[in-house]
């Protein structure tokens, strides 16, 4: 019943953009912090952004440090979406990319063990 499905990855060339939609049911988006992970070809799985829950500091946006400037995790609680706006995309972001939700609301990026519930991932391709 619990369940979030990832979508918007797809083909793009450098200095492109994607938006991906992690869609929540079966719980209330908003109660728990969501992160986005990517797994690329090679390597292990990394930590790419969260947003915490509105009830944590009113919500808090963390990033790995080679996506800040380019990604923007936002959330739209009306729409149980949160979304991962990429921009200026390069071919090390090729990946498989994951929503994942975490109960206590918190979030992290550098550890994927307090996510409680995972998406099936979406492929983002960058390429010339």
């Known amino acids: 019943q619990l369940q979030l499905v990832e979508s918007g990855g797809g083909l793009v060339q450098p200095g492109g953009s994607l938006r991906l939609s992690c869609v929540a049911s079966g719980f209330t988006l908003d109660y728990y912090a969501i992160g986005w992970f990517r797994q690329a070809p090679g390597k292990g799985r990394e930590g790419v952004s969260c947003i915490s829950s509105s009830n944590i500091s009113g919500g808090r946006t963390h990033y790995a440090d080679s996506m800040k400037g380019r990604f923007t995790i936002s959330r739209d609680n009306a729409k149980n979406t949160v979304y991962l706006q990429m921009n200026s995309l390069k071919p090390e972001d090729t990946a498989v990319y994951y929503c994942?939700?975490?109960?206590?609301?918190?979030?992290?990026?550098?550890?994927?063990?307090?996510?409680?519930?995972w998406g099936q991932g979406t492929q983002v391709t960058v390429s010339s």
């Open positions: 994942a939700a975490d109960s206590s609301g918190v979030g992290t990026i550098v550890s994927d063990t307090p996510f409680d519930y």
